[in-house]
């Protein structure tokens, strides 16, 4: 019998077409608040940008650390359904928050403290496929990984362009949040009635570490050298959304539709890319594909600067997909090799990923903002891109990163 390719790949397995359509779910949630949280906290709520850093940096230290205790638990005692719910649970509260009683308050609460504590889900949802695909080839599970990854974009080709419209014809900002919810809520629904029960996973494996000594694995100064390398390389990605509308509709004077049109036709263009990302790795290894994402991302956030005196900006859309497709798939396959004897903690390391990108985002962004503007921020990540592929590339030399 023929075993199933591409999609089919998904869709023969049901837990894996949970995993695909809870990544949808967050997706939904990430294509309507990624590309507007910036100006809503800003411009609707007066956050100052010195105060959103701290909102952001914030969220970054919570998100890692919930993440990395939720790894090591699952880990230890296999206790994964009970913490996708109450993960997706907690995204349920803080949006009702800020959609039923918004302000700055509620938008602080939510984005800095409440959300955060969730943020073990995506890594968790990876982590899950790690386990239940771990006897396949592994281009077969680089294959799957990427598929799913495929599908987080997959809300974005078709609500960022409804909002476009949406946002022209007079809609609040804030009605992102009802779309986040109503993701959120679905998310929750499907994981209370397909995620299997921790008992029915592959060998139900436990990983008979203490939290110590779990915590030692991860502290591996081989193993952090490169997250701090992976977290440069990426951090040009979590600068994009933040700098994206405001960059355009500051610098640029473009409509706030056009903000929504460019970050969809962005994400629509990444999901050819992170399929190709598979063929990819047949030729160069997983460093030299990051790498080469980076620089791609580093030209666009180049040329992002440098939108307000462009007659067009859609075509660096096409630029911007090159880099994040590459670089919203590749490093998670290479974070799980790192540790592959242990799911999650591998999720974990995407969480810490996540934090060492939204810092080094973070930082770029307040470094940028206190010289000159966000012209000088988007340069900076570009360097910091550059800077990440250049220390991957001198770690992993030799070419044997997952036994170091």
């Given amino acids: 019998m023929t075993?199933?390719?591409?999609?089919?790949?998904?869709l023969s397995d049901p837990t894996l077409r949970l995993i695909a359509l809870a990544i949808i779910c967050i997706g939904t949630v990430a294509a309507a608040l990624a590309p507007y949280q910036s100006m809503i906290a800003v411009q609707i709520f007066a956050i100052p940008p010195r105060l959103y850093?701290?909102?952001l940096v914030t969220a970054a230290l919570i998100s890692v650390s919930s993440s990395v205790v939720v790894g090591i638990l699952t880990d230890q005692h296999a206790i994964r359904r009970v913490t996708a719910i109450l993960s997706t649970a907690l995204l349920v509260t803080g949006y009702s928050l800020v959609r039923l009683a918004p302000s700055a308050l509620t938008f602080t609460?939510?984005?800095?403290?409440?959300?955060p504590l969730a943020g073990s889900l995506f890594g968790q949802l990876f982590a899950l496929t790690r386990i239940v695909t771990r006897d396949r080839p592994e281009a077969e599970r680089d294959r799957i990984a990427a598929l799913i990854r495929a599908a987080f974009a997959l809300p974005f080709i078709v609500i960022l362009p409804l909002?476009?419209?949406?946002?022209?014809?007079?809609?609040?900002?804030?009605?992102?949040?009802t779309l986040a919810l109503a993701a959120a809520l679905i998310?929750?629904?499907?994981?209370?009635?397909?995620?299997?029960?921790?008992?029915?996973l592959p060998s139900h494996p436990r990983s008979g570490?203490?939290?110590?000594?779990?915590?030692?694995e991860l502290a591996q100064p081989a193993l952090m050298a490169r997250m701090v390398a992976l977290g440069l390389a990426a951090s040009s990605v979590s600068l994009y959304m933040v700098l994206?509308?405001?960059?355009?509709?500051?610098?640029?004077?473009?409509?706030?539709s056009e903000v929504a049109l460019f970050a969809g036709l962005t994400a629509g263009l990444e999901i050819p890319v992170m399929l190709l990302t598979t063929p990819l790795l047949r030729r160069l290894s997983k460093p030299k594909v990051i790498a080469l994402g980076s620089a791609l991302h580093a030209t666009f956030m180049v040329l992002l600067s440098q939108s307000a005196h462009l007659?067009?900006?859609?075509?660096?859309?096409?630029?911007?997909?090159?880099?994040?497709g590459i670089l919203l798939t590749i490093p998670l396959g290479y974070m799980q090799d790192l540790l592959h004897h242990r799911p999650g903690a591998g999720g974990a390391l995407i969480a810490v990923n996540q934090f060492l990108v939204a810092a080094f985002a973070a930082l770029a962004f307040l470094i940028g903002t206190q010289i000159s503007g966000y012209s000088l921020a988007a340069l900076i990540g570009a360097a910091f891109a550059l800077t990440g592929a250049g220390l991957l590339l001198w770690l992993d030399r030799a070419g044997k990163y997952a036994r170091d």
């Fill in 163 to 177: 909002w476009s419209l949406a946002i022209a014809a007079g809609v609040s900002l804030l009605n992102v949040y």
């Fill in 3 to 10: 075993r199933p390719t591409g999609p089919g790949l998904i």
């Fill in 109 to 115: 609460l939510t984005h800095a403290i409440i959300s």
């Fill in 311 to 324: 007659p067009a900006i859609l075509p660096l859309a096409a630029v911007a997909a090159m880099g994040a």
């Fill in 187 to 200: 998310g929750l629904a499907l994981i209370l009635r397909d995620w299997p029960q921790d008992a029915q």
């Fill in 244 to 256: 994206l509308g405001l960059t355009l509709t500051t610098l640029g004077h473009r409509p706030q």
């Fill in 209 to 216: 570490l203490s939290f110590r000594a779990a915590m030692a």
């Fill in 53 to 55: 850093t701290a909102i």
